[in-house]
């Protein structure tokens, strides 16, 4: 059974960091590539996020610069290192993983992020 377990989000004011993990079970992680979404109710899930299998990585314009995802394939997780975090960072994030050139075949649950003062 596939699981994916987004952990780390929370409240934080403007400007503050916050790191999200999501820790993979019932795949073979380093094949994957893995995504960070977001959504806001209402809007279409985004794309944040993503580190291939050969650990490249791209980035929404909107976070290029603040965000860093990397991923530790010993450990089975891939992780979100939010920086200068700004109101409207706000979302669901969500941990997704695909193989190369398809859309996510797994879905985490989800984990909220806040950012307001």
């Known amino acids: 059974q596939v699981q994916l377990v987004e952990s780390g989000g929370g409240l934080v004011q403007p400007g503050e960091s916050l790191r999200l993990s999501c820790a993979a079970s019932?795949?073979?992680?380093?094949?994957?590539?893995m995504n960070w979404y977001r959504q806001v109710p209402g809007k279409q899930r985004e794309l944040v996020a993503k580190?291939?299998?050969?650990?490249?990585?791209n980035y929404a314009d909107s976070v290029k610069g603040r965000f860093t995802i990397s991923r530790d394939n010993t450990k089975n997780t891939v992780y979100l290192q939010m920086g200068s975090l700004k109101p409207e960072d706000t979302a669901t994030y969500y941990c997704?993983?695909?193989?190369?050139?398809?859309?996510?075949?797994?879905w985490g649950q989800g984990t909220q992020v806040t950012v307001s003062s």
């Open positions: 997704a993983a695909s193989l190369r050139g398809l859309l996510p075949a797994h």
């Open positions: 019932g795949i073979t992680f380093r094949l994957y590539d």
């Open positions: 580190i291939t299998s050969g650990a490249g990585t």
